[in-house]
């Protein structure tokens, strides 16, 4: 490698200076937060941001649609303890924020979007100030500021500003959890009410997505308690127990014949693929977990170091401590999943997500100083996917908003045609329909089979695929079927269709 005479330096160190300068330069604008009289409302400024205009502008996506569907079917249906969507049994796991939604319908009148999305970014807001409050007992303000950045930046979590779905809400209750049985360990008791609190915590956390990703909180405390805190074994596993009682519970109440597959399939158990294609699956997992944990994929590894080294050479604090249990909570279950013999895919680590930033908010205090050639980056990094998702917000969205509202626009193109008709309008069960769009279209909505909807004997309106449409004509050619419409939401096209039976 070449060397400057002068210097005595590399070529490459020299690049790296100028590279690190402006790293540099951040780092000491974002350590003046230390200074800020309110730093707390960094992080609701930073929140909010990114979530307006995008919240707004965005439609529904992905399982927004779904979500909202089975929150309707409670309020509309009566369908509260075993879930429907648009009258087709959905008994995969509990929906937490489908009842949440549907409480805040019926306190509002109705099932809307906004039924879904406020309980949800309330619970996203929450999430950032509890890693904010957390730092801020163990550091200094611009550390606890950063954890809150780093959380709401990573690629893996900011696309819930505009996509509601449980990851959120599953994470947010277990680090709640996290937070009430550390600040008992922090002050050397857990008391028997600490211990209710969490164990209510994790049964929430178990009614919103099943119980897989409660091992998120099980293994990972689990793993320190095992090796620092022995006698809050049989707290931790009192809590356990009752919260297990309420998610069976659940699951006792709801099941029918062949629900047990059901829950395999989703639990992962039941997907056979040979052993190159499991093994490129999980290497697929580990390369978007680098991505998508970003800065705090940066940062895990000298994270680790530190804590081998505290724990050999006996130098701990509770900020040790800390970042000892923030480790175990977001590697334990990581790598259960890494080795789990079903497909994976990176936000089923979303639970993870949250001790990860308190990890990159504990290394900023202690390394920012001593090692500013670590910090800086994963700073920058974090800046650079902040100011890209305000892009994202602030300008592409607004500049072209139909590129974002699909589902929108195809639901109300729906209710104008239905116009207040009480009849249901009908749409095929299963995954054939895009729920995106229903969420537009005022009246009641049923799910149909097509051989049902062919046999349907008087006049109905009906959203199908054209593949399907031909179908129930091949089913019964004597239908007679109007096209009142063709839309497109999710990629996939769909006529709106009056059937009018013969005679």
Known sequence: MRLDKASGRSAAGQLWDKVFVPGAWLLAKFSDLDRSRWPILWVIGLFWIQAIPATIIRASNLEEGRIIAMARGAVEDGHWLTPFVYGERFAERPVLLSWLAAFFGEATGSVTLWSLRIPHLCFFLAGALLIYSLLRSMTGKSAAIFGALCWISMPVVAPKFINAEPDIVLSVLLFSAFCIWWHGTRDKGITPGRWLCISVLIALAGLTKGPQEVAYFTLGVGAYILLRQRDQIPGFIAAHI???????????????????????????????????????????????????????????????????DRWRDGRRDMRD??????????????????????????RYA???????????????????????????PALVVTCMIFGGLLVRGWIVMPVVPHLFQESRLAGQAIDAILKGDSKPLYVAGGDSTDFNMLVYVRGPISTIALDELAELNVPAIAVLRPEHQRAVL????????IEKDSIVSGKTHYNIIKIIPPG
Request: aromatic share 8%; charged share 10%; hydrophobic share 50%.
């Open 242 to 308: 009752g919260a297990g009682l309420v998610i069976g519970g659940w699951y006792g109440l709801v099941y029918q014949t062949g629900d047990a597959d059901t829950w395999k399939a989703h639990s992962r158990l039941t997907q056979t693929t040979d052993v190159l294609a499991t093994v490129l699956g999980h290497l697929d997992f580990v390369k978007s977990l680098a991505v998508e944990f970003l800065p705090g994929s940066i940062l895990i590894g000298p994270a680790i170091m530190i804590a081998i």
């Open 321 to 346: 401590d800390l970042l000892l249990a923030a480790i175990l909570y977001s590697v334990a279950c990581t790598l259960v999943l890494l080795f789990w013999p079903g497909k994976v895919a990176a």
């Open 474 to 481: 091949q089913t019964r050619p004597e239908l007679h079927l």
């Open 350 to 376: 979303m639970p993870g997500t949250m001790t990860l930033a308190v990890i990159c908010g504990l290394l900023f205090e202690n390394w920012r100083h001593s090692h500013p050639r670590v910090i800086a």
